[in-house]
């Protein structure tokens, strides 16, 4: 060996230690204190004591594995994926989009299929859950129903006073039911050709209707009018406030009823009145846009009784057949039905969405037929207080509805410009009639037998419908202005229309 590899220092080598160092360190420490002497063993112990020198006292602590990010989300993604193959989705495509749209996803994307649009839900139901389809399905059902139940009808008990009338009205109406009954039967005995001739001689007779008187009944439109039962008299009511008899035919004025301050509704005749009643007794019925109702007789300007209690507009009043009862209908969406002869309300009767226009009864008394804003009408019985006919149909608000005498068919007009006839034994839409070119705003059926409808629109006329079979017979055109009222007199000969040009005509058979 050379000198300068004798010179050459030895490389260190590492030592690698296996296992714990700690017995080691012990020993190390314990042989340091017993050689160490005077300050140097006082020295380490102050080292401990201060928590300089750490020694451990048998304590392990367990390291976790950390996982990356990057593996964490591959381990998701294939978790779910292993959920997604576990879900089943229904093959039917319309199920899927449902499901699609209960889980608030689009029902289909830009180019996709059926296939794709499946896989599509199940990869969403992997992340949200299998559950949340059945969840968002409950939650549908949960709301469809409380939704169903707040549109059902419900009732309430009503007052000793509503039993009573209830218990007064079916015997009042059986009877009439009965003699109703017994006249179609005699009418069904009759020869078909004799009712051939009778009908084509009614419609030549309305054929040939004109215009027979023609009043300026006040400085305000006139918004309605009505007969008397006698057909001696017509009554009219104004947007003045101002209500005004006129005597039949010859249209002169007998008296001014005075008592609204503001657009009259509608003004009625009692079904007794100037027949059997005195001209003292109660004879009309009025309504205001304020909310007041007022009664009236034969003998005063002013008005004998006030009936309060609506709080919205109130745009028609009807009296039952009996003339006991006064039903009126409000924009408060309920309509009323009051008793004279206890001199209170007995009926407050909600079941439309929006406000009630008109009301009619039915001729027996058992019935009564309500419609207004919400395009919807139902007709009411009143011996039990259920509503047993709902009329679906009108495109838009019902503003007139009139009984048949037949007692089973029932007109109904509305701003869709369309009257439709009803037939209560099937409760169907008997025929639509295209009547006019703006909004109707009355419809009323001939009073004695039936046989013809007539109709009153804002196209400034009224119609004559054949019924059965609604032929046009005769258009009554004259007013400048929207037609606002119409009514048949109770003979039948007559017939009354009144405008916002602030006239009102009579028409008459040559």
Not at 92 to 98: G, Q, S, T
Not at 325 to 337: A, Q
Not at 414 to 443: F, I, M
Request: aromatic share 8%; net charge neutral.
């Amino acid at each position: 060996m050379s000198d300068e590899d004798e010179a050459a220092p030895a490389v260190k080598r590492s030592r690698v230690f296996y296992g714990s160092l700690e017995e080691k360190e012990r020993e190390r420490l314990s042989l340091a204190m017993v050689s160490t002497v005077g300050t140097g063993s006082d020295a380490v112990r102050a080292g401990i004591k201060a928590g300089n020198i750490n020694i451990s006292s048998g304590e392990t602590l367990e390291m976790e594995e950390r996982v990356s990010e990057r593996q964490q989300e591959v381990l998701a993604e294939f978790e779910r994926r292993r959920r997604a193959r576990q879900i089943t989705v229904s093959t039917d495509d319309a199920e899927v989009k449902a499901g699609l749209r209960a889980l608030g996803e689009p029902i289909t994307l830009f180019g996709e299929g059926p296939a794709d649009r499946r896989e599509r839900l199940r990869s969403v139901l992997s992340v949200v859950g299998p559950d949340a389809l059945k969840k968002s399905r409950k939650d549908e059902e949960r709301v469809k129903r409380s939704r169903d139940e707040c549109q059902q009808t419900w009732y309430h008990e009503g007052p000793t006073s509503l039993k009573e009338a209830r218990l007064w009205l079916a015997r009042y109406s059986l009877p009439q039911a009965m003699r109703r009954l017994e006249a179609a039967r005699a009418q069904k005995d009759i020869p078909e050709a004799t009712k051939t001739i009778r009908q084509q001689e009614l419609h030549k007779t309305l054929r040939n209707l004109n215009n027979f008187c023609s009043q300026i009944g006040d400085d305000r439109p006139i918004s309605f009018c009505h007969f008397s039962p006698d057909s001696k008299m017509l009554a009219t009511a104004s947007w003045s406030g101002l209500c005004r008899l006129w005597s039949v035919p010859d249209c002169n004025l007998i008296r001014t009823l005075r008592g609204h301050n503001t657009n009259v509704g509608a003004i009625v005749f009692r079904p007794q009145a100037s027949i059997s009643l005195d001209q003292s007794d109660v004879s009309l019925a009025s309504c205001a846009a304020d909310g007041t109702v007022k009664l009236w007789n034969l003998e005063s300007d002013e008005p004998v009784a006030d009936i309060e209690g609506h709080s919205d507009r109130v745009s028609r009043v009807s009296w039952h057949p009996s003339g006991r009862f006064l039903g009126t209908t409000c924009y408060d969406n309920s309509w009323r039905l009051w008793d004279l002869e206890v001199q209170e309300e007995i009926l407050h009767q909600e079941g439309h969405s929006k406000g009630v226009h008109d009301i009619s009864f039915h001729p027996d008394g058992s019935l009564a037929a309500t419609g207004g804003l919400d395009a919807f009408g139902r007709v009411w019985d009143l011996r039990t207080g259920r509503c047993v006919v709902f009329l679906e149909g009108h495109l838009k608000e019902i503003y007139s509805l009139h009984f048949s005498p037949n007692g089973h068919h029932l007109a109904t007009g509305s701003g869709d410009n369309t009257c439709k006839v009803w037939e209560l034994r099937n409760r169907k839409c008997l025929y639509t009639v295209p009547a006019h070119q703006n909004l109707l705003s009355a419809v009323r059926f001939q009073p004695t037998d039936g046989h013809f409808l007539l109709t009153g629109a804002y196209d400034n006329t009224a119609k004559v419908w054949s019924h059965p079979g609604w032929m046009p017979l005769k258009t009554l055109a004259g007013h400048e202005g929207k037609v606002m009222g119409v009514d048949v007199s109770p003979d039948g000969k007559l017939i009354a229309t009144c405008s916002f040009d602030r006239t009102f005509k009579l028409w008459l058979s040559e």
